[in-house]
């Protein structure tokens, strides 16, 4: 599992920054852009990015250098160690001025004080909505994005040549007539994988949890009553059919696609680039409903932080809100980096059609959620989705509401 800003020159742009008064708390200190005399840049940047990311912010760095006379301190950070030790180090002064990280990043960052809040202002129109809402928490912004991933259904051309399907159950009887040992590969494992049935269980109205209207997320469960027990009853149909099997994992799925055993495999980005150097002709889709709404992946978001505690939060916001928001900086951290941009100019623009196709398939999705209580989720949800589909539990409405039980008390226990 792995987990779409107006373009802005840095010349002429002006600035302020409300609330610098460095006191530290996340929801009291705010980047943001406003009407007030652009001021004259000088000092020392301090960023961090793990060794993911390193390469693809080296050159924009050094852009952003030349373009302001401001230095940038690039350290490379160990990937298991840079969460944690931002959240411990910014308190007593020592972390960075700016973190590169993953949204999901965003609540235990917010919850312990360490990210300052950043005004995108107008900017926020030109993201897609899904990727500014992914750095949203309790109603306030806390990050930037620069690039985007999620799933989608990816098919062989070879096996199949058109997808004229408007359901997932006619995408499954249009895939059997390629006479393969599958139809549609879905990975699960022992422990499930709720991430790759995730937009057809959206399909059914069913979220993992209810969202504000910025697209932040509640601590309210939004796959219980009768969307999720309707999805429920639907995993097991798809288990009875043999559509879906629970010793399919991660490994096996992307195998038994390269072998052409099946010619659809809902799968994301990480895995194309094997199929494609393989020399396979695919294509990249949407997923079809399974439930009559909308399949909504989830969309995972990479991004820019602000410290709470930063030395120089006028030069921080000048890179994060700025200088990041840039059609011609997203382009360069695509063409790097291999993500599709999350401003919508920069991807419209991206001639790849297979990340093309990513992006049409996730631009309606939901942001992974970033909130604490997701950690109490993870376990029951694909537990129970292994028993629906291995046909263990016999009563499915039953089997899912006894999950949303379990997950509410390991939620409630943990406040």
């Known amino acids: 599992m792995r987990r779409s800003i107006p373009l802005a020159a840095i010349a002429g742009v002006t ?73 411990s ?6 972390g960075p001025d700016v973190i590169i990280g993953a949204h999901d990043w965003t609540g235990e960052f917010v919850n312990n004080g360490v990210v300052a ?7 926020a129109k030109d993201f897609s909505k899904s990727a500014v809402s992914a750095f949203a928490y309790n109603g306030q912004q806390y990050g930037v994005p620069y690039a985007i991933e999620n799933i989608a259904l990816v098919r062989n051309n070879k096996l199949l040549k058109d997808t004229t399907a408007k359901t997932f159950d006619d995408l499954v009887t249009q895939a059997k007539t390629a006479n393969t040992p599958f139809s549609v590969l879905i990975q699960q494992g022992d422990k499930g994988d709720a991430y790759h049935l995730y937009p057809l269980q959206t399909s059914f109205g069913a979220p993992v949890f209810k969202q504000k209207d910025d697209g932040s997320y509640t601590n309210e469960i939004g796959m219980s009553g009768d969307a999720g027990t309707k999805f429920a009853a639907y995993l097991q149909k798809l288990g009875q059919e043999k559509v879906l099997d629970a010793s399919i994992d991660g490994d096996k799925a992307k195998q038994a696609f390269l072998d052409g055993k099946a010619p659809y495999i809902i799968t994301g980005p990480w895995n194309t680039t094997a199929f494609t150097k393989a020399g396979m002709d695919i294509s990249v889709l949407p997923i079809p409903s399974a439930g009559g709404q909308e399949a909504k992946p989830f969309v995972g978001v990479q991004g820019a932080f602000i410290s709470a505690k930063s030395k120089n939060p006028l030069l921080a916001q000048e890179f994060v809100v700025n200088f990041l928001t840039t059609e011609k900086v997203q382009t360069e951290l695509y063409k790097s980096g291999g993500r599709l941009p999350a401003l919508t100019a920069a991807a419209s623009k991206v001639d790849d059609k297979v990340l093309a196709g990513f992006n049409a398939a996730g631009s309606t999705g939901a942001p992974m959620p970033s909130i604490p209580e997701m950690g109490s989720v993870w376990s029951f949800w694909g537990t129970t989705e292994v028993q629906l589909i291995n046909g263990q539990a016999a009563d499915p409405a039953g089997a899912w509401t006894t999950m949303i039980t379990n997950i509410q008390n390991a939620i409630a226990t943990k406040k």
């Open 117 to 123: 809040t950043v005004q995108l202002g107008d900017k």
């Open 89 to 94: 180090q910014v308190p007593t002064g020592q």
């Open 15 to 87: 600035l302020a920054l409300a609330a610098c008064s460095g006191s530290g708390s996340g929801s009291g200190s705010t980047a943001s852009a406003t009407a007030s005399a652009k001021p004259t840049l000088s000092g020392t940047l301090t960023m961090w990015v793990d060794e993911t990311r390193i390469d693809s912010m080296k050159p924009i760095v050094d852009e952003f250098q030349q373009q302001t006379g401001v230095k940038v301190d690039l350290v490379q950070k160990v990937s298991g160690d840079i969460r944690t030790d931002f959240v």
